[in-house]
């Protein structure tokens, strides 16, 4: 088994590597997706005008569930998987930029999930706006030598116009909801649709060709809508759809209790994960309680929450009344990389930093930020940090053990200090200052989006899960870009979850 981050810095990706052999797979001209541009963030208007003017997404979705519902799909949206009681299946999370970074998961997606049943995507298919043009080499394209079924629940981006491409490629071709009637003059919901974003034509020869890229019998999935169940051997995966803003309406809420009940154990896949950047999110309903009520319930035994929209790996094991629930951030899966160096010393429902994992490695992160944003500013000199100045200033800052010890030449200095907090390192709870926490919170929601970056290392994942009547075993597993960790995905992080 190849080194990972937590054994060596080569492991990380960091040196001297050979690069991957990803580049053979995309095409000839990719357009990079830039989260600075004026153009990209004005075609994605409709989260902010959903926060301003109120949220359709749960008119819009019923709807939806309705036209599949007349179409013949099962009421209970459960899809039955006749898979034995031993079986494998993968998870990969907010995929689509359709840049290097998404490509450089492909390899090693492909090596660890060979035998698996199917994979499952947990958020953001397609960036920026989900638009059916892009399906082609942002989802057909790179997952075209994928053997079996890959279902996907919508993320923000997916829905940015309006969930009609993620229901023509996942809900079987599912056409165009006809035009809602104009709303009163001047009322909030008249200025959302007047500001509002509509999807663009297709262009139906290039989705036709697109879908030939994964037309094998094996291949194809038809989901009942974008919110679904699982049956699959001893488990049930219970997929939910959380939006443009992160919430679930009251159908969609009511579904999850029904469909929550009885003894088989259940994993909840979500698009925006219930614990994440060491802060617990449980998911507003409609109407009244939260996702994480239904987790927590015993008489659901759910043993696991996976979500997806933040691009990094987290896992927190939190003791529910004597048990344990294993909540996962998986979002790493080929977008831009969310920064960990962000995330302060962990304290959260009982989980602390010995129990707490998460993948890039803080240190890792933060020379990644320092050597990007040494470039954009031109000052490599000033913000440049090696793997192991990071490692050392990120773990005086939280006063941890760091997951990969510093190399011998790894010093703390006044410029590794003040480069840590200008790129908003985290700190412990206790210690932190009025300065310190505004300069994190302005470095998460102001620089980080831009952050793409086309060179190895990436610091991608992907999860593979194998099932097993008594247990489930969670691995993530790396892609950084290089071809070692192509040819040999690491495993960066493994949890064994008892079902019973």
Request: glycine letters at 8%; proline letters at 10%.
């Given at each position: 088994m190849s080194d990972s981050s937590r054994d060596t810095a080569q492991g990380a990706g960091w040196g001297s590597a050979e690069p991957g052999a990803y580049k053979q797979l995309m095409p000839d001209h990719v357009e990079k997706v830039s989260w600075l541009d004026p153009r990209t963030l004005w075609a994605a208007r409709n989260?902010?005008?959903?926060?301003?003017?109120?949220?359709?997404?749960?008119?819009?979705?019923?709807?939806?569930?309705?036209?599949?519902?007349?179409?013949?799909?099962?009421?209970?949206?459960?899809?039955?998987?006749?898979v034995p009681d031993v079986f494998s299946f993968m998870v990969v999370g907010d995929t689509g930029e359709g840049d290097d970074p998404q490509y450089a998961v492909v390899p090693g997606f492909l090596k660890a999930s060979q035998d698996t049943d199917f994979a499952v995507v947990t958020s953001d298919v397609?960036?920026?706006?989900?638009?059916?043009?892009?399906?082609?080499?942002?989802?057909?394209?790179?997952?075209?030598?994928?053997?079996?079924?890959?279902?996907?629940?919508?993320?923000?981006?997916?829905?940015?116009?309006?969930?009609?491409?993620?229901m023509r490629v996942f809900c079987a071709d599912t056409p165009p909801l006809d035009p809602e009637p104009r709303p009163r003059p001047l009322t909030p919901a008249w200025w959302r649709a007047l500001l509002w974003h509509r999807p663009a034509p297709t262009d139906e020869q290039r989705l036709a060709a697109a879908r030939e890229l994964r037309a094998k019998p094996g291949q194809r999935a038809e989901q009942p809508g974008p919110y679904w169940a699982i049956d699959a051997g001893p488990v049930r995966i219970v997929g939910i759809d959380t939006g443009l803003l992160g919430t679930i309406d009251a159908e969609q809420g009511s579904w999850l209790r029904a469909v929550s009940r009885g003894p088989k154990p259940k994993i909840l896949v979500t698009g925006s994960p219930l614990y994440v950047d060491g802060e617990h999110h449980p998911c507003a309903i409609e109407g009244g309680g939260t996702v994480d009520d239904i987790v927590r319930d015993p008489e659901h035994h759910y043993v696991a929450a996976i979500g997806g929209d933040i691009h990094n790996y987290q896992r927190y094991p939190v003791d529910v009344d004597g048990r344990t629930i294993q909540y996962v951030v998986s979002g790493g899966g080929g977008a831009f990389m969310h920064a960990t160096h962000t995330i302060p010393r962990v304290s959260v429902g009982g989980v602390t930093e010995r129990d707490f994992r998460c993948y890039p490695l803080r240190g890792d992160s933060l020379a990644f930020y320092g050597r990007l944003y040494g470039r954009r500013l031109r000052l490599p000199r000033f913000f440049g940090l090696t793997e192991s100045e990071a490692t050392a200033v990120v773990a005086e800052r939280l006063g941890i053990e760091p997951g990969r010890a510093?190399?011998?030449?790894?010093?703390?200095?006044?410029?590794?200090?003040?480069?840590?907090?200008?790129?908003?390192t985290g700190g412990r709870p206790d210690r932190t200052s009025r300065f310190r926490l505004p300069v994190r919170k302005a470095y998460t929601s102001l620089f980080s989006p831009g952050s793409a970056t086309y060179s190895p290392p990436f610091f991608k994942c992907f999860l593979r899960l194998d099932v097993?009547?008594?247990?489930?075993?969670?691995?993530?597993?790396?892609?950084?870009?290089?071809?070692?960790?192509?040819?040999?995905?690491?495993?960066?992080?493994?949890?064994?979850?008892?079902?019973?």
């Open positions: 989260g902010v005008l959903a926060s301003w003017f109120g949220d359709p997404t749960g008119r819009t979705r019923s709807r939806w569930v309705a036209r599949r519902e007349a179409a013949g799909a099962p009421a209970d949206k459960v899809i039955r998987r006749a397609i960036y920026p706006v989900g638009t059916a043009d892009d399906y082609h080499d942002k989802f057909f394209r790179p997952y075209q030598d994928y053997p079996a079924p890959i279902y996907a629940i919508p993320g923000n981006h997916d829905w940015y116009e309006d969930l009609g491409a993620f510093p190399g011998p030449d790894a010093r703390v200095t006044r410029r590794t200090r003040l480069v840590a907090s200008l790129l908003g097993a009547p008594e247990e489930v075993r969670l691995r993530c597993f790396a892609a950084t870009g290089n071809r070692a960790q192509e040819i040999d995905p690491p495993v960066e992080d493994e949890v064994v979850i008892p079902l019973k």
